[in-house]
């Protein structure tokens, strides 16, 4: 059973930076394919970054150039660094294994103010 754990969630200014953390105690997560999404007010739940095993990377449009997914091998961790955040970025993040339907963090709420 692979358990998810967020942090690094917390209120910004538009423009700002924020550093999410993803870890799962007991588990590899960096032997995975693994991605964030994240719930928006009023939108559905959307993949916002993944990366694969193989360090393969895929952004969601709206956030290319904004944001960058990584690993950090030796402290077990699913990294999303975001940079130049903006209103429409507010909301729950998560972090997911790749094609599961069940393994999913509680998420981290992320909160853009102008």
Not at 50 to 65: F, L
Not at 76 to 96: A, F, P, Q
Request: aromatic share 6%.
């Amino acid at each position: 059973q692979v358990q998810l754990v967020e942090s690094g969630g917390g209120l910004v200014e538009v423009g700002g930076s924020l550093r999410l953390s993803c870890t799962s105690p007991g588990t590899m997560i960096t032997l995975r394919d693994m991605d964030w999404s994240r719930q928006t007010p009023g939108k559905k739940r959307e993949l916002v970054a993944s990366i694969t095993r193989s360090e393969t990377t895929r952004y969601a449009d709206s956030v290319k150039g904004r944001f960058t997914i990584s690993r950090d091998d030796a402290a077990n961790l699913l990294i999303l660094h975001m940079d130049s955040l903006k209103v429409e970025d507010t909301g729950d993040y998560y972090c997911h294994v790749m094609g599961s339907p069940i393994y999913w963090g509680p998420g981290t709420r992320v909160t853009v103010s102008s």
